[in-house]
Every structure is written in C-alpha cells, then in structure tokens.
C-alpha cells in the first residue's frame, strides 16, 4: 500500500538521509553559480540504491515540511522580520527619516542595510544609496500644499544604477513586487538608474 501522507516523525534513519538530500537539492539549486555542485553533494548524502527515491520524498513532504519563510516565488529571495518591524516604525511612528534595504546573497534574503534618524535629510538619504549596487530603499518626505496643509508621502526607491551587475539587476527586478507586498503603506513608487531620476525636484513632483 502506497503512503498517502507524509511519513511520522519517528522514522528511520535512511527516510532522514533522503530527507538531507532533497532539501540539499532545493537549496543549493536555488543558490547562485552552485548547479555544479548539486550532483556531487547528493552523492555525498545518498547511496546509490535511495536516488530513486527522491521523487517520492520530494511528493511526501510537499513544502510544507521544508520551511524557508515567505520568499519571492520568482527569485527565491526571503524578506526578514527586521524589514517589516523598520518600516511599521517609519511609518506608524515617525521614528525614521528613512530605510535603506539590501537583498544578502549568502542568507537569500532581503535584510536592513541602513535606518536613518528623521532628523536626516534627502541629500543624505540619497548620498547613502550605493554609486555601483542596486538596492531598495523608503523615504518619508514631509511637505507642504499650496494650501498650507502639512502632509508626508513614503516612497519607495528601486534603485539600479546602470553600472550594477547585470545579475544582481535582475535578482532585485524579480524580487522587487514580492518585497513591497510586505510593506503595507506604499504611497509612491519611484525606480531610478541615476541620481538625476530621484532628484529632490522630482519627489516633490511625484508628491503632490
């Protein structure tokens, strides 16, 4: 009879090993420039006669036992809780100016780069921003209407200068919708390959 669930917990030792190498698999597959390496450390894992049993195991477990947090379908990158509690900060109690977010490589996730203090200023937000590397980024801007009324709009930067890798422009364009999903609160969204496209003139035209 065929198992028609995932396996208890209390199982053998050879259902673990097949476990290892599944999730060795998945995870080094997902890593960048590490397909070479996929084979060989399954080999490592597995004997010989259990390879076949990867299709069932990868079935069994479905992904739900193989819990990697919420991550970019397209890219496979995570975003950290850290992201999230910032932003409620900026944005819920005015504790920033602004956020500077960068994608790890090594962790696969999107992690907190820089936070800045709200009495930090637009030059300095944007002197932050890297001249060679693509990150993402928020910015409250406060301003006033022609009517007098005070009022603040949170930005969202997608910031990929034109001399970034072109791979790394491609992770942070996958990823990008995926992130801002997790940051409940956009207002504007401006994506910028040069300092003169999220120019201060800009954001006030975007603002109003």
């Not at 259990?50 to 990697?68: F, G, H, M, P």
């Not at 850290?82 to 999107?110: P, S």
Request: aromatic share 10%; proline share 5%.
């Amino acid at each position: 009879m065929h198992a028609t669930g995932p396996p208890p917990c209390t199982t053998t030792a050879a259902f673990y090993n097949a476990v290892a190498a599944f999730y060795s698999v998945v995870v080094v597959a997902s890593l960048p420039n590490q397909k070479s390496r996929l084979c060989p450390f399954a080999n490592r894992i597995l004997l010989p006669s259990r390879k076949s049993n990867l299709v069932s195991v990868a079935t069994l477990l479905k992904i739900d036992c193989v819990e990697q947090g919420p991550a970019n379908a397209a890219s496979g990158i995570a975003v950290s809780d850290e992201c999230k509690l910032r932003f409620v900060e900026l944005k819920a109690k005015r504790d920033h100016r602004y956020i500077v977010f960068k994608i790890d490589g090594g962790l696969q996730q999107v992690m907190v780069e820089k936070v800045g203090s709200h009495g930090e200023t637009y030059e300095d937000f944007s002197n932050s921003l890297p001249a060679d590397d693509c990150r993402y980024a928020v910015f409250d801007y406060d301003f006033t209407t022609a009517e007098n009324c005070h009022k603040s709009k949170i930005f969202f930067f997608a910031w990929s200068p034109e001399i970034a890798r072109v791979r790394t422009k491609m992770l942070y364009a996958s990823s990008k919708d995926r992130f801002k999903r997790e940051l409940d609160g956009i207002q504007v969204e401006l994506q910028a390959t040069d300092p003169s496209e999220m120019s201060l003139d800009t954001i006030k035209e975007r603002a109003y």
